[in-house]
């Protein structure tokens, strides 16, 4: 309790004119701060002293924080001491650990995948591995963000996890050293048939730009290169000078890339590429979807407004924002929203309005009205407001309803698991294929499992029956409904022979995953990527890709199937 008074007692001496320039108000509102600042401080004083329950004065404060800050948009955070190292992954790529993805079934977390050549790999930790105990305390009921933050530690430091693993009697006790991970931002790169050049980004930390072109020499230097594809599907952005850098690989010097505006005009700024590109001639393709964001949106919408490549895929995902992290207190950070970017068509591709809620309270997208219109540098016409439109739109196949329950059920990863440790070797990873016999053993193993799932005319049947009774006509209908009802539930029963092809696919990705990591992964699925394949031929097609990029072609009017 005296604690807490001191800290009260303090917060009320915090002389108001104290306050920093840098915080007054930019339209004469500095009576405001000053005013809403004492509030604010005498408020937690009162509640801090007459509040029934003794309190906590940092989580109180956490909390009014994040619900300050949760008005404004989801980018701007407080960093607290605590999370540095977490914001530091973000921009590096590394932390202290022991490498290895969890996730949570039941009550207890469970290795997804060890990183290769990680301490959790090197230690024999294997993916289905259920953690029973960390540094002999019980694991049971924690989370996976309570889990992952006592993994974690710095190098060279030793935990100890008791596991239980599949096909084994008893409880294994495993030591790990945590070392420095470093998370690569490029997962897989290779040429692919026909003399293609592909690689995976995954981040933009500090090194993307350096291990991108790095890739793509080596890649070049090994055969003629007939076209290119950069890869940022999933790809959730980064550090803004690294897209930038990449960009930079296939546009010259003193180009345009992305420039930067905001309240204070510190923050108006212009990013240009400053080398020679390593290649301006060679045909590429940018991969994105609709989790491509931010770097990612630099550099494939850089790509367009040059009209230096082809974009191939989903509208992304439409955040124009660029933050900063400015240092706080007791080594606290905030990353702060401070300006829009512009690529050099002069658009903002942000797609959501945070300067404004609609009658909800909701953030909403920007209207249409207000959707303008730019020209590519061939003249080809291109919209701010709502991410980057691909010029060649792939929509990609709904996975169906039993798929699904099979994967979030965890039944897949389940079967991997035994799969794995009944099978010492399997062929390599471009040769591995679920055969009949795979796959009527995992049917055996469905046995008595329990993926009930709902599929949508069900939806749309308990929809139609909800309607006939409030409308009090269902006692006519009852019959058909029934019928109905009994015809579906008698086609989920062969839904797994249906979309038998679909589930070999998941399967196939699972079980190679267990041998050859997230490399063999990607690999996996590649075989069958439809954005890969349309990427493929449009490379190959000297006339249709400058066609495209010359705003002669109605390719881009025409989705891919």
């Known amino acids: 309790m005296r604690t807490l008074k001191i800290l009260a007692i303090a917060c009320v001496l915090i002389p108001m004119t104290s306050i920093p320039f840098h915080l007054k108000g930019q339209n004469g509102g500095d009576f405001e701060i000053s005013k809403n600042l004492d509030i604010y401080v005498t408020l937690f004083k009162e509640l801090n002293y007459n509040y029934v329950d003794e309190l906590k004065p940092g989580d109180l404060m956490q909390t009014g924080i994040d619900a300050m800050l949760q008005s404004l948009d989801p980018y701007t955070n407080y960093i607290p001491e605590s999370d540095i190292e977490d914001y530091e992954f973000m921009t590096t790529g590394q932390y202290g650990g022991i490498g290895a993805l969890i996730h949570k079934q039941g009550d207890y977390i469970i290795i997804s995948e060890p990183y290769k050549n990680s301490p959790a790999d090197k230690a024999g930790l294997k993916a289905g591995d259920k953690i029973l105990e960390i540094n002999q305390q019980t694991a049971k009921g924690k989370t996976t963000d309570e889990v992952s933050a006592i993994l974690k530690g710095q190098p060279n430091t030793t935990i100890d996890i008791l596991i239980e693993r599949t096909g084994v009697a008893r409880p294994m006790a495993l030591s790990i050293t945590r070392e420095q991970i470093t998370v690569p931002n490029i997962p897989y790169y290779s040429t692919l048939e026909n003399g293609i050049g592909y690689v995976k980004l995954s981040g933009f930390t500090q090194t993307a730009g350096s291990e991108v072109r790095k890739a793509f020499e080596e890649l070049r230097g090994k055969q003629s290169l007939n076209g290119f594809i950069l890869d940022l ?225 069900e939806n749309e049947l308990r929809a139609l029956k909800e309607i006939a009774q409030k409308e009090e006509t269902y006692a006519d209908i009852a019959g058909e409904i029934d019928s109905l009802d009994k015809r579906i539930q008698e086609s989920k029963m062969d839904d797994l022979q249906e979309y038998k092809s679909e589930i070999m696919t998941i399967l196939r990705q699972e079980i190679v995953t267990r041998y050859y990591y997230e490399e063999g992964q990607i690999i996996t699925s590649l075989k069958e990527d439809p954005e890969v394949k349309k990427a493929t031929q449009i490379l190959l097609d000297t006339n249709a890709y400058n066609a495209l990029l010359a705003g002669t072609s109605a390719e881009k009017d025409h989705t891919e199937k």
């Not at 400015?326 to 970017?341: D, E, G, H, Q, R």
């Not at 897949?412 to 591995?432: C, G, K, L, Q, R």
């Open 233 to 457: 599907r999933g790809n959730g952005g980064g550090l803004l000078q690294e897209a930038v850098t990449i960009t930079n690989l296939f546009v010259d010097k003193g180009e345009l890339v992305v420039s930067t505006k905001g309240k204070l005009s510190d923050r108006n700024r212009s990013y240009s590429t400053e080398s020679a590109a390593v290649d301006k001639e060679i045909p590429l393709v940018v991969l994105v979807d609709n989790s491509s964001a931010s770097a990612s949106e630099i550099v494939a919408g850089a790509i367009q407004d040059m009209d230096r490549g082809l974009i191939v895929g989903q509208r992304t995902f439409g955040k124009g924002l660029v933050q900063n992290v400015v240092p706080l207190s007791y080594n606290a950070k905030m990353k702060i929203t401070v300006a829009k970017y512009y690529i050099p068509s002069g658009r903002c591709i942000q797609a959501i309005d945070y300067s404004h809620k609609d009658e909800n309270g909701l953030f909403t997208k920007i209207p249409d009205s207000l959707i303008s219109e730019f020209r590519t540098r061939n003249g080809r016409p291109v919209y701010d407001g709502g991410g980057i439109e691909p010029d060649i739109q792939v929509d990609l196949p709904q996975l169906n309803s039993i798929s699904y329950s099979l994967y979030t059920k965890f039944l897949i990863f389940d079967y991997a698991t035994n799969y794995y440790w009944s099978h010492p070797t399997i062929p390599p990873v471009e040769e591995f294929e679920i055969t009949d016999e795979i796959y009527q053993d995992f049917l055996h193993f469905l046995n008595g499992k329990d993926y009930t799932y709902t599929t949508r005319s």
